[in-house]
């Protein structure tokens, strides 16, 4: 499968650099392009894109010049419109670990009319929620216990999907396109994605759930 994961980010590169090594680390036999896009950071996100570019033929990146800040509900869509080249796409956040495994359940589960969303583990920030699971492996790169997330990934069920749609959210370029993407009254962010799940639904989409492969969240940043 050929993927293009979709990164705004904002002053938080240590967390982009640990996102996209896991991304590299486990992405299996599939193809994935990511792309990020720079909000005006000031942090050095900019130069590390410009080195990754020249590392890595699949990693694309623009940059807001600012000095407004522009938000990830302006930036999702220039991402899939203007950067991403492949007709599938996923929602990703620069804060997030992609377990072994997780490409493998979008490529089984992604058809015509539907998004697949991976089921995200976090730790205990904020209150617990039915689209996901809290249990603490870390909330930075530099304490991250990986070695406990794939042992506690290893042991949840095999087949359990639900008809849920959250971040990360895997989707078909055509599709999105179709509702116009993210409305930017909702920039810089905040309800854009129920937003946009609820015209998903308008139109007919599918959504799926697979809890037995994930990503973890850092959550904030």
Known sequence: MKISLIQPGRNNLKYLKWSYDSIRKNQGNHEVEICIADDF???????????????DPLFKAIKNEGPTRLGHTILYDKLVNEVATNDICMIYHADMYLCPGALDAIEEHLTDKTIVSLTRIEPPLHPDGPEKLLMDFGIEPEEFNEKGLLEYVKKL???????????????????FQEIGGHDPIFAPQSKEDSDIFNRFQLIGIKFIQTW?????HMTCR
Request: with cysteine.
């Open 212 to 216: 037995n492969v994930n990503v973890y």
């Open 157 to 175: 069920p095999m087949t359990k999907t639900t008809e849920g749609i959250f971040a990360p959210w895997a989707f078909y370029k055509k599709d």
């Open 41 to 55: 950071s000031n942090d050095g996100t900019w130069d590390w894109c410009l080195e990754m570019m020249d590392k």
